[in-house]
């Protein structure tokens, strides 16, 4: 029996590869426009950094990680989410000495061990911008403008952005005591999660997903309602750029994201168009402990994620058609052997001049070949043969239209790329 790939992860084909460059042109364009630098880190990371990072409450630490020991006996694990790992480049990497604030941004797979359904896989792809060393509402503004461009730029029209604040370490110790003598007398019908989450982390509580803890959750104390002074003010700061910027939101008490390390801002685009969906198309919020935790100085950090696969959900649910790129401009066919060291070193002037062309591989027949590059989406095709070569010349055939054009074999090269308007 054939060897398949593992549940949960899957093949991107040739065939659909073109859907990923559309999406990673918008994502890199946007990123460029507004002075986010790409950073690339390892698949794999020392397992105390999302612990640490990330929260040994969250269930991605709890349930989802892909964790082994390498021959040496360390724990690693393949990286579930990207803003860890960034914030121990940063850090690593002496980045707190250049300017602030640092702006990145990263694309690529994860890792994560859950359900697969519909939008959810166990190795996903991931964009994320971060912005490290910016304290105020106005970097939290940029990202969500971000993230509204590239969903305009996607064709989306109906997406619902809510924001919410879960406050900072100075207000957040009374807060979850409030949340313990809420939840006190409910321990009893609560899940094993929700009972783990109470004393280290109760805000997390609010987060869980099973419908015995939702019902619970009615009436629970919200974090926006117990903020101080300085995050309140920062939230004010957050909706007044929004407004200005035209960005619409509603405000979402109930959101808090699924990390531990997010204080303050917390935001989540949802999708009015795909229900099935059943959560956000994307999400992210502020993280001015993480470097902190990480080992680094203290640093504001802010930042979001958005799956790659869940965009691709939105993109076909709107009916947005994604342009086939075309084939290569020309397929050299090939009518006797003598003239194959020819139209060899001719396909290769051709590639050299920055144009796409092919040549039959399998000595296939001239029938043959006319139907593979039909099927390459050859835009032209000229066959060679005996004849050609003694006459030095031969038929460029559009195939499109069928047009044909005498070509000079020995000037080909230069006169092919007036013909598709390439300057020299």
Same mark, same amino acid.
């Given at each position: 029996? $054939? ?12 065939? /659909? ?26 698949? %794999? ?13 969250? /269930? ?26 960034? =914030?121990?480049?940063?850090?690593? &990497? ?6 602030? $604030? ?37 970097? /939290? ?27 900072? $370490? ?27 989450? %109470? ?46 910027? !035209? ?37 992210? !919020? ?41 084939? $290569? ?5 090939? =009518? ?16 050299? =001049? ?8 399998? =000595? ?46 020995? &000037? ?13």
């Amino acid at each position: 029996m $054939p060897i398949q790939a593992p549940k949960g992860t899957r093949d991107i084909l040739p065939a /659909d590869i073109y859907r990923w460059h559309y999406i990673e042109s918008i994502i890199r364009g946007l990123c460029k426009s507004y002075g986010y630098r790409e950073i690339r880190v390892p698949l %794999f990371e020392h397992t105390e950094l999302f612990s640490r990072g990330v929260g040994e409450t969250t /269930d991605i630490v709890q349930k989802e990680m892909y964790t082994f020991d390498d021959k040496a006996g360390r724990s690693l694990t393949l990286r579930p989410e990207g803003t860890a790992g960034v =914030a121990r480049a940063y850090i690593e &990497n002496g980045m707190q000495a250049q300017p602030a $604030p640092q702006k990145l941004y990263y694309y690529g797979p994860m890792y994560r061990y859950e359900n697969v359904q519909h939008g959810r896989y166990r190795e996903f792809w991931q964009f994320g911008c971060e912005v490290l060393g910016a304290p105020g509402p106005g970097a /939290d503004v940029e990202l969500i403008s971000i993230l509204k461009a590239l969903f305009e730029g996607a064709g989306f029209t109906k997406t619902d952005l809510r924001i919410n604040s879960i406050g900072c $370490p100075a207000c957040r110790p009374a807060y979850h005591k409030l949340l313990r003598a809420f939840f006190e007398s409910k321990l009893d019908r609560l899940c094993a999660d929700c009972k783990g989450r %109470f004393e280290r982390n109760p805000l997390r509580i609010i987060d869980c997903k099973q419908e015995r803890c939702k019902q619970e959750i009615a009436g629970a104390p919200m974090a926006l309602d117990h903020v101080c002074s300085d995050c309140l003010d920062h939230f004010e700061g957050l909706k007044s750029g929004l407004s200005e910027l !035209g960005i619409a939101y509603s405000i979402d008490k109930t959101i808090v994201r699924g990390l531990d390390y997010y204080t303050r801002t917390v935001f989540e685009f949802l999708s009015e168009n795909v229900k099935s969906l059943g959560s956000a198309i994307c999400g992210g !919020g502020r993280y001015d402990g993480l470097i902190g935790l990480c080992g680094g100085p203290d640093t504001p950090g802010v930042g979001f994620s958005v799956g790659i696969e869940r965009l691709f959900i939105e993109l076909d649910s709107y009916g947005v058609k994604i342009p086939e790129p075309a084939g $290569p401009d020309i397929f050299v066919v090939v =009518a006797a052997a003598p003239v194959k060291t020819f139209a060899a070193r001719l396909v290769d002037g051709l590639r050299r =001049a920055g144009l796409g062309a092919e040549l039959d591989l399998n =000595a296939r027949s001239v029938k043959a070949q006319m139907k593979f590059a039909d099927r390459r989406n050859a835009v032209y095709t000229v066959v060679l043969g005996d004849d050609e070569l003694s006459r030095g010349s031969a038929e460029l055939r559009k195939m499109a239209d069928g047009t044909k054009t005498e070509m000079n074999l020995n &000037n080909f090269v230069d006169e092919f790329k007036n013909i598709i308007k390439i300057p020299n």
